[in-house]
């Protein structure tokens, strides 16, 4: 049996057991993580798994089921048992359910990958992060740290609509930092973030980081901060560097339009949204400068695909435009509830999990202006860049984020290092500061998203460039 | 001899059958039948549920180690696990610090429920319709799981384990007016909850909630609920107790000294609450004092850390634990009077949801009644200052009184500071087993009044 025989046999089984819709997705995924630290090898691990997961519709009721066995019989199980909940989820029944129509998508994709990065030799790939962390340790890391991880994932998805979809994802990214630990205190610097980077790209894109060429300079500047002065407190101008701003637009941008969040099915959880649907199209989210796309298309970014975990197509779309809000990450269930006519935003993290609305690529158009240019343009304020902590509300409003370093900017040049710089505040009122935007967009990786329950994780993509924002509060203190 | 047992045993054969009598070879087989019905807009949204063999495999030939997991558990998927992860190991670099292997040591029986491991998705259907039915028409939302696992140990100093365990837990909101209420609890037994009581108690802390006012930042003396105070054992736990984080000077314990108050008894107890009764190493797990009347005693490892202290193993070893350490995953703040095993408190009407917490306020000249934390993040590992907000109520209490309720605060404070010595003025007598959201761990706490918690600013602004 292929694995499309096997997700048919699935949803055939489903609808003899009275779904009147029922999808099916059977995924492989093998996935490899190395670690390091001062120079040596602290963990090696090679995972494999595989299974299928059913989604069926009994009326307007879901139900899930997924096993690991991929034969006709566990499929036919698991198809069967994914209508039984359903029947068990109208004991407390909702609204009716529809699914704005995609149509019955065939199709193959598969991300771009020049140098697969599982077969690139463990050998080489230890002594890059053995080199890496020998070198950060040696100029005075306390604890100089790296790590790779790549997932290779191929997954047959089929509909009773017609979907019959196979997709082939291969991510990976890589990331260094360097620890100091003083006295009652740490403190730590990181490259390129401080997660690392990763896209959907083959092992080209770890190459192309050249760690071993900035291991030193963490180690050095993290020991700079032990001793550095106290970011200040108070109201300034603050300049993002573009990977925190990728973790602003993540927080307070690309969870507030989350469709499922909006309407309320996350509400015990994760949360809801400021952000009301009557509102779509003329609430002002930011200044003018503020262009933010949901964008699966971007070759090698970490949320890109051919087809959602839904089937349907990858495709661009606005989320605010000048300024104003226009768009939503969308599901088709949850697109119907809301009368919108498009979905393309549901993925899952396995096969053992239920799809559910996640970010894809959620990023902010690059501006006019190079970050030398914001600096040179800002008479007094304080430069931060990647971040180090994060916190927001559940409806996606209140935030403080801290950052590893923070440098002073004083009548158009970067100055002093600054300790332990955060800033805080509201998500509207902070985009709607934001005067000036750099062209320098780089397309972040975040792979660490977490959503649902149980509990699964996203891989998102973050086009984000520097930019400046006026009237923050710095400095918040514990 | 159960399923379980047979594929780790079969591995840790294929790895000396594939890489020599030599080759050290540790292998976990796990089954889990995990079920969730969640709900929101007051029905059932997400049912969902899957059951999954996992093996997991770690080994040590030629001074190398590697480790590898799968779900395809066939003959074949077994072999190319194996076979792989030999394959892994030569290619690694030497591995001077490997700890070698638990030895052959008897586990104690898991807590295992059949009712609650084979529960229906009617039975959890039911409980989440009467916590809607409780909720007097407020909107609710939230979840209604079952877990089962059943699991086994192997490894080739001779080892060989089983365990199982089953949980229930149910965890949800009421909402009336942009205002929630919560209630969660976590339990053995599926027959423990009662989904109309939590729905009455969600209901009742909503209501209470109403026309928050906004209060000053600054520093409050707080009553913490039980569900807030597990946030603090979650990042001690993480931050503070893991034997790695000890070891790189990156935690604030110090064995020996009196860091916290006299009333903080802290203990990590896989065996009387949930979980296998095995870590990742086949360590049995055991109870461990971590902190007694306030003095810090020691921390939690896996092989590898108490091999780097010069300890021994507590049984907290995790899959990825070279990475991230050795956690407390079922970490216990002992009640006031040991009264771990009580009845519990009754239940009260309003925002103070049983007797126990109400006992806490009656002390409070002014201070801050808090339900929840949210979205915490620590802004520095080491003094453990940490960040987030209040959420699912805030109350503020005036000469012993619950006055009014407040909106949502951010904070910034340190967790030991916060219960250091002469901070806590009260714990509660009765520990409340919960919930974690992402992994097998339990948290179990008494509510505590504390003298000073520093909120920074208030959420709306």
Not at chain 1, 220 to 248: H, K, Y
Not at chain 1, 341 to 359: F, I, K, N, T
Request: proline share 5%.
């Amino acid at each position: 049996m292929t694995h499309f025989d096997v997700a048919t046999a699935a949803v055939q089984a489903a609808l003899d057991a009275g779904a009147r819709y029922a999808d099916a997705r059977v995924m492989h995924r093998r996935y490899e993580s190395m670690s390091a630290r001062n120079g040596e090898i602290e963990q090696l691990t090679q995972d494999e798994d595989a299974g299928i997961g059913v989604r069926a519709l009994v009326g307007s009721s879901w139900g899930f089921f997924a096993v690991p066995e991929l034969s006709d019989a566990a499929a036919r199980a698991a198809g069967t048992r994914a209508a039984r909940i359903a029947t068990a989820s109208a004991r407390v029944p909702g609204p009716a359910v529809d699914l704005v129509p995609t149509g019955g998508q065939s199709g193959t994709w598969a991300s771009a990958c020049e140098a697969d990065p599982l077969s690139v030799a463990l050998a080489d790939k230890g002594d890059l992060l053995v080199h890496a962390t020998k070198l950060s340790h040696e100029h005075g890391a306390d604890l100089a740290e790296g790590r790779y991880q790549i997932w290779d994932t191929s997954k047959w998805f089929v509909s009773s609509e017609g979907h019959r979809i196979d997709q082939r994802i291969r991510e990976c990214g890589a990331g260094i930092s360097a620890t100091v630990i003083g006295d009652g205190e740490t403190q730590r610097r990181s490259y390129p973030s401080y997660r690392g980077q990763y896209g959907t790209s083959g092992w080209e894109l770890i190459d192309s980081l050249d760690l071993g060429a900035h291991a030193a300079r963490i180690a050095e500047e993290a020991r700079e901060l032990l001793t550095a002065p106290m970011c200040p407190s108070g109201e300034t101008t603050l300049i993002l560097g573009g990977e925190q701003l990728a973790l602003q637009i993540h927080e307070s941008v690309g969870h507030a339009i989350e469709l499922d969040r909006i309407l309320g099915w996350e509400a015990a959880f994760a949360g809801t949204s400021w952000l009301d649907l009557n509102q779509l199209g003329s609430l002002r989210y930011g200044s003018e400068l503020m262009n933010i796309t949901i964008d699966p298309t971007i070759p090698g970014a970490l949320g890109s695909f051919g087809f959602d975990d839904e089937g349907t197509p990858a495709a661009k779309r606005d989320a605010v435009r000048e300024g104003r809000w226009v768009g939503v990450l969308a599901g088709r269930d949850s697109a119907a509830v809301a009368g919108l006519d498009y979905a393309g935003s549901v993925r899952s993290d396995g096969w053992s999990r239920l799809p559910m609305v996640r970010m894809t690529n959620v990023g902010l158009e690059p501006g006019p202006h190079s970050l030398d240019e914001i600096i040179d343009a800002t008479d007094d304020g304080i430069l931060m860049d990647i971040n180090r902590s994060w916190s927001i509300d559940d409806k996606r409003l209140n935030f403080q984020f801290g950052c590893e370093v923070g440098w002073e900017v004083k009548n158009g040049r970067r100055g002093r290092m600054l300790r332990n710089p955060t800033y805080t505040g509201i998500g509207p009122q902070f985009w709607r500061s934001m005067d000036m935007l750099s062209g320098e967009s780089i397309a972040w990786g975040t792979p660490n998203c977490g959503k649902g329950q149980p509990g699964q994780i996203g891989h998102t993509g973050h086009p984000a460039a520097p930019a400046r924002f006026t009237n923050v509060r710095v400095g918040v203190r514990g | 001899m159960s399923r379980e047992l047979d594929l780790a045993g079969r591995v840790v054969e294929l790895v000396r059958e594939i890489a020599g009598p030599e080759a050290e070879a540790e292998a976990a087989a796990t089954y889990t039948d995990r079920a969730l019905t969640r709900f929101a807009n007051s029905s059932i949204h997400q049912n969902v549920a899957d059951e999954t063999t996992g093996l997991r495999l770690r080994l040590h030939v030629d001074g190398r180690t590697a480790a590898g997991s799968s779900t395809v558990v066939t003959d074949e998927g077994l072999r190319v696990l194996v076979e792989r992860t030999v394959a892994a190991a030569r290619l690694c670099p030497p591995d001077p610090a490997w700890p070698g292997l638990a030895p052959a040591s008897p586990v104690a029986p898991g807590n295992w429920d059949s009712a609650t491991a084979h529960a229906s998705p009617d039975e959890r259907a039911d409980r989440v319709r009467a916590f809607v039915d409780a909720a007097g028409g407020l909107e609710t939302a939230g979840y209604c799981r079952t877990v089962n696992w059943a699991g086994a140990f192997a490894n080739s100093a001779g080892q060989a384990v089983t365990g199982r365990s089953a949980e229930a837990a149910m965890d949800g909101i009421a909402r009336t007016g942009g205002i929630d209420g919560v209630a969660r609890r976590n339990t053995g037994r599926l027959s423990d909850l009662d989904g109309a009581v939590l729905g009455a108690r969600a209901a009742a802390k909503a209501r209470a909630g109403a026309a928050p006012i906004e209060l000053a930042p600054g520093r409050y003396e707080v009553v913490l609920e039980p569900t807030a105070v597990v946030d603090i054992l979650q990042n001690l736990a993480i931050f503070g107790f893991n034997g790695k984080a000890y070891n790189e000077r990156r935690s604030f314990a110090e064995p020996g000294v009196a860091q916290f108050d006299p009333a903080i008894t802290l203990v990590d107890d896989a065996l009387d609450t949930l979980g296998l009764p095995y870590d990742t190493e086949g360590t049995p797990k055991r109870r461990v004092a971590l902190v007694e009347r306030g003095v810090t005693r020691t921390v939690t490892h896996d092989r590898r850390t108490a091999a780097e202290a010069g300890a021994t193993s507590t049984g907290h070893a995790l899959a990825g634990g070279p990475s991230f350490g050795a956690v407390p995953t079922n970490l216990r703040l002992l009640p006031d009077g040991q009264d771990e095993n009580g009845s519990g408190p009754t239940e009260v009407a309003g925002p103070v949801v049983d007797s126990d917490t109400a006992a806490l306020i009656v002390g409070v000249r002014r201070g801050l009644l808090v339900t929840d934390f949210w979205y915490t993040r620590v802004l520095d590992p080491k003094s453990l200052v940490v960040t987030g907000l209040t959420r699912n109520g805030v109350w503020l209490v005036e000469d012993g009184e619950v006055t009014t309720a407040v909106r949502n605060f951010r904070f910034t404070q340190s967790y030991p500071q916060a219960l250091a010595p002469g901070g806590v003025l009260g714990v509660g007598r009765y520990a409340s087993l919960l919930p974690d959201s992402w992994d097998a761990s339990w948290w179990s706490a008494p509510a505590l009044r504390l003298a000073s918690w520093n909120f920074t600013g208030g959420a709306s602004g």
